[in-house]
């Protein structure tokens, strides 16, 4: 085992193993251990949880996740991909269901048939976990809750939720990867100067499940991410390994507030979901809906990730997003490899490591949680528009004529590895051709009808093309 | 007096006399004070510094502001508007400086001539605070920092910075003015589902002084706001009482660092601000620039800006602006006119008023923190540009010509009551309107170039137009 995390010690470098201290075993504090532990520093890693692989199922957090590129390029840096795939459902597009039933399919890839996969918290963790257990390098312990830390000194206070017994530590490195609300985040939010926003949504979300038929089949086609998009609110549901669907509802919490009983329940269904009633069941749904409370949804941005060289932060530490690009988990596998990449070049300098992942990181974070933001509106309203569907068409077209010239936001975002913030740079470039070339075809339009009207004396020519480049104008 | 403010509580409102508590004695808590106080309220104001109006002048806050309407008609209400404006300096405009020391002149309203006020903040403060003293239900407290609060039930632990003598009181509302730094706001950033965002820029700030001339007056025409725009960085300076100006240097903390000494400054001042030398005298140029380090500029946005009907928090407490578009104390004296305006509808319903106030100003708040950031790049770059100056003077004219819908965005920010959110909204729509007429001349130019090229078989007239058009179109 030794030998074999040696060998990944390279470029010629002499780099100072290092004693790193992961605060945040969920998913991107167990896989970012790994990358380290992989280059031979050591690491232990903190969670302030039991150990998920021995606990009961966590309630209240999403179960399924969606891996995409940037998420299986981490997992490959450690030799997990594989694995993971395997175990995933594939997803290769959006199967719509409107207020009849019926169901459209929108590919994300129409090219190439690029998926996404459809993998289980849990199981994803207890991978991550269980690989990490096999080096000796990294160790893991549970139930530490950070209580205080002094990130300029690399030591930390834990306490043990249950025994509340204090344990104290001390490390060259502190990576916070302890999520949203982040006890890391939370002492370097302190310190003059920083940048930090926190934005909650009007929007909650609750969580409902669809089971198998009963010969044991999957309820769905279970190939898709189905969307049931309802303008302001929406459905979603992502197959699981056990031919269940994780539903997940999103609306206002006006809306939930306003359904107070089951007949609520069922009217409110009846109305916008009817063909998920028998999918899910009426005593389930009944049960499900009223057995917890809509969670809410935040998006947090900040900067700069690191203290000097001691600390750092990076997944949903540094950068908390909304849902709805199924990037959250992917952004925080990237910080990994990026890190890693960093640590590749630069040895053992972690003050240029982390100044640099931090300078070059956060416009990219941001970005994301931008476009995540974004995506709401586009899942639950925009699919169902001719435009967007138009547009869709359109840039699949060209997607297809100039493969590496146009490629489409979604396929920037989900399966390739551009920087997310050039993705968005790249979406405007494209509207801005887009519109350009518009305006230029209404110009060459009009003034032909100019020409033609009075060449052949038919001026109703010249106010028919008038008129169609004024609506193509009020388009914009 | 008894009498005095006991006619105020009208509107047939039975209203219920409270308890308030208003944390921070600045310019915008002396204010509210006096609002709240002229209604008959009881009002304890709670100051963190020792009396203004005895202490030594406070290093390193900006020693004047620019009073403009917002600000103006809340001080009419409480009888104060009259003697500010006698004592401020009007300035009718921008007064520009180029690299060779000319000067141009760009009027903030060229049509009817309206000014802004270039008033003392300690003049200002001391007052507000004289005035609220004569009220024998308002009573002043200095030395008093806010420790602690139970927002919920109206309860205030302060300490004596001095003495470190606690006191602990209570009240039926609790309304901080405390500031940017805000430690009411502290007490409600930890509520759950909280936004709240802190913005720091890459520029700093740090003032400096024009002394008057041997014969005591004024060393450059004093009726102007003076700006030494230099693209990435700028400084201005405003006229005071005693024929002083406050020169106030604002740029990127990177050139500040780059200055380390005498020769450095010198070399930059000559460079940039040539004229400047003579106006501050080298010597004091040289002791006032490094006797401070550059102060930082923060933006704070958040909402909502209530707790119930038990607190609230107004001003910078609540919204936190770089200081560039003038409207810092403006708007935070805004604050006080709805709420009062609140007041005035609700009675006593305080629930209702601090809901409905946090539910319509934020947007104001945050659009205004947004001009002020997007204004820094209008005085220290684009006033300088031929496209901006053709843009105001369009604007003028179209105000001239129609004074009640084409009100120009500085005008509608500072000369105006009209929302700060409606002030964006409106510029977007003059932007929009012009875009389209760009566009219809443009589409008209080159059917009617199609037109005649082909009637008078000029083909070369088509070719002209339509670079025009596209000459045009680039510019967007």
Request: aromatic fraction near 12%.
């Amino acid at each position: 085992m030794t030998a074999q995390y040696k060998q990944t010690n390279t470029n010629g470098l002499t780099a100072r193993n290092l004693n790193v201290a992961v605060v945040g075993g969920g998913l991107v504090g167990s896989l970012f251990a790994l990358h380290l532990g992989k280059k031979g520093h050591t690491v232990d890693l903190y969670e302030y949880r039991e150990d998920i692989r021995t606990a009961e199922l966590v309630i209240g957090r999403s179960i399924n996740l969606a891996l995409s590129a940037r998420g299986r390029k981490a997992l490959a840096e450690v030799g997990l991909e594989d694995a993971l795939l395997q175990h995933g459902i594939p997803m290769k597009g959006r199967m719509l269901h409107d207020l009849k039933g019926n169901r459209k399919i929108v590919p994300y890839d129409a090219n190439t048939n690029q998926c996404i996969y459809s993998v289980g918290r849990k199981h994803l963790n207890e991978v991550l976990l269980d690989a990490a257990e096999k080096y000796p390098n990294i160790h893991l312990y549970f139930n530490k809750k950070l209580q205080s830390a002094n990130l300029d000194e690399g030591e930390m206070s834990f306490i043990d939720p249950t025994t509340k017994e204090s344990t104290h530590a001390k490390a060259d490195l502190i990576v916070g990867c302890d999520g949203a609300y982040s006890a890391v985040r939370k002492e370097i939010v302190k310190r003059p100067g920083y940048d930090y926003s926190q934005t909650y949504i009007e929007h909650g979300y609750l969580e409902l499940c669809i089971p198998p038929t009963k010969d044991g089949d999957f309820a769905m086609p279970h190939n898709y991410l189905h969307i049931w998009p309802r303008g302001k609110f929406m459905m979603i549901a992502l197959p699981n390994q056990d031919r269940t669907w994780t539903v997940t509802l999103f609306m206002p919490f006006t809306n939930f507030n306003s359904i107070k009983c089951d007949g609520d329940l069922l009217k409110f269904f009846r109305t916008y979901f009817p063909d998920a009633i028998d999918l899910i069941g009426r005593e389930r749904l009944v049960k499900d809906f009223f057995k917890t409370r809509p969670q809410s949804l935040v998006m947090i941005k900040c900067k700069p990730y690191n203290v000097g060289g001691k600390a750092v932060i990076i997944g949903d530490a540094a950068h908390a997003m909304v849902p709805f690009y199924g990037q959250g988990m992917n952004a925080g596998f990237e910080d990994c490899t990026v890190l890693t990449e960093l640590f590749n070049e630069h040895g053992s300098d972690v003050d240029r490591i982390l100044a640099e992942f931090s300078n070059t990181r956060w416009e990219d974070a941001h970005s994301i949680c931008d476009l995540a933001m974004y995506n709401y509106v586009e899942m639950r309203d925009l699919v169902t528009k001719r435009s967007y569907l138009f547009r869709k068409k359109l840039d699949e077209l060209l997607y297809w004529m100039l493969p590496n010239t146009w490629v489409p936001l979604y396929n920037s975002v989900s399966f390739s590895h551009m920087r997310y913030s050039k993705c968005i740079a790249n979406r405007k470039w494209q509207d801005k051709i887009l519109t350009r070339v518009l305006y230029c075809c209404s110009i060459t339009a009009v003034a032909a009808a100019g020409y033609f009207g009075y060449k052949y004396g038919n001026m109703d020519l010249v106010q028919h093309y008038s008129s169609s480049v004024l609506q193509l104008l009020k388009l914009k």
